[in-house]
């Protein structure tokens, strides 16, 4: 038995309800004991029907994140319709139940306790704040949840799936990739804006551990998730000297960073972490003069990536969405639904569709792949571990759709390899 098996067995408003509805949406709570026709002697509880099975998702679509949360939702949404018109999985359809939390916990909180009845897991739980506040409800409710929320500092929770690595781990790769490309050396400042939580505060210990490694001072300003003009900030980094400047901002605070930047002639690399970059925020105004020095750490691939997977998506998502705006998040939306796939077949193959037959199946999980829209095979049976160590770098470029253009294969640094995780067993 696994330890997080061992854990798990010890152990809004109108606009909600019409929040981007999707593939076969219901707001419906199904009779827990359901088994059904279509499912032969599979044994369910909440969220699955004899030809359903409901997930959530819970995403902003209105708040600092919202391009990109609009992006996985519809990335989301194109798995779903494709896994349906293929048959579904287990005899059952896909359907989603969505929500806008506008990145507020509190919000969140009120949303998923009208969600949870109706769902047998999350596809998509956004947000480092939503994840921590949510924490103990999802390990009361043993509710299984993609985590979209990158901090190994969640990595004990054994009902948080994250798909991929971690933002410790993106600022290691890509300091180390920056490195290798002769963009900094040992013994150098480096400047690091990061917000106030778990988001920032995971990015900033992957910053110090390599900077430790490599003899780096490092020029820390934590600030707020409401903070908006990062002019100070960057003044004060000038006049210390740094060679590149680490961001785990919102995009709006990363378009502020590089105006001032750009504004003050300070020509140095910009390193972010996933969610730093949203082409529509980041490639409008004075921050389009110096998104050139901005690279990208991600698990995803980018949107105009040349991976055949992506370029499948690519071409979904233009014909499902003529006039939206593309992202990164779409392919990473599409991927979780992969990720959700194989355990929701793994479960269908154990005759278990319950919240714990499902919690089973993702932590006995060893090699889920998403055909390289994920970095790496993500690994779910090692307890407190990041799922993977690998990342894409991928640097910004206007005249790349959505904005990314990828300039290494999927890349894992020999400092990533021998990190350990906060709750890394052994740790």
């Not at 048959?87 to 969505?98: K, N, P, S, T, Y």
């Not at 390599?210 to 000038?238: C, S």
């Not at 992202?327 to 278990?352: F, H, M, R």
């Amino acid at each position: 038995m696994t330890l997080r098996r061992a854990w798990r067995r010890a152990g809004v408003p109108a606009a909600v309800a019409a929040a981007m509805v999707l593939a076969g949406c219901t707001t419906q709570a199904p009779e827990p004991g359901a088994g059904g026709e279509g499912g032969g002697a599979v044994a369910t509880d909440v969220g699955v029907t004899a030809d359903t099975i409901t997930l959530g998702v819970l995403t902003d679509t209105s708040g600092p994140f919202r391009n990109l949360g609009t992006g996985i939702t519809q990335g989301n949404q194109l798995w779903a319709d494709e896994l349906n018109a293929r048959g579904g999985v287990c005899d059952r359809q896909i359907a989603l139940e969505i929500a806008d939390s506008g990145y507020k916990a509190d919000t969140a909180t009120t949303v998923y306790r009208q969600q949870q009845p109706n769902v047998l897991g999350y596809l998509q739980l956004l947000g480092s704040p939503i994840n921590a506040a949510l924490r103990g409800n999802l390990e009361t409710d043993e509710v299984t949840s993609l985590a979209l929320s990158w901090s190994s500092f969640i990595l004990d929770n054994p009902y948080q799936i994250i798909p991929g690595t971690t933002y410790d781990l993106e600022m290691i790769n890509g300091l180390a990739y920056l490195q290798q490309q002769g963009l900094i050396a040992d013994g150098d400042t480096l400047g690091h804006i990061y917000i106030g939580g778990e988001y920032g505060d995971n990015g900033f210990l992957g910053a110090q551990y390599y900077a430790q490694q490599h003899g780096m001072t490092l020029q820390p300003a934590k600030i707020a998730a409401t903070d908006t003009d990062m002019t100070n900030i960057v003044t004060g980094f000038q006049g210390a000297g740094v060679k590149a400047i680490l961001l785990t901002t919102a995009p709006a605070q990363t378009a502020s960073a590089l105006n001032a930047a750009n504004a003050l002639g300070l020509d140095v690399p910009v390193l972010g972490n996933n969610p730093v970059f949203d082409p529509a925020t980041n490639l409008a105004g004075p921050a389009a003069a110096s998104v050139g020095n901005l690279y990208v750490s991600a698990s995803n691939v980018p949107y105009s990536a040349d991976v055949p997977k992506a370029q499948e998506v690519q071409q979904a998502f233009e014909a499902a969405f003529p006039d939206a705006s593309a992202n990164a998040g779409v392919p990473y939306g599409y991927a979780g639904g992969l990720i959700w796939e194989q355990i929701l077949t793994q479960a269908c193959e154990s005759g278990d569709l319950t919240r714990a037959g499902v919690h089973d199946a993702f932590v006995t999980s060893e090699n889920i792949t998403t055909d390289d829209l994920v970095a790496s095979e993500l690994d779910f049976s090692q307890a407190g571990s990041p799922p993977s160590r690998s990342v894409y770098i991928a640097q910004a470029d206007p005249a790349q759709e959505g904005g990314l253009r990828q300039v290494v294969e999927p890349f894992t640094s020999p400092e990533a390899g021998s990190y350990v995780a906060p709750h890394q067993q052994g740790a």
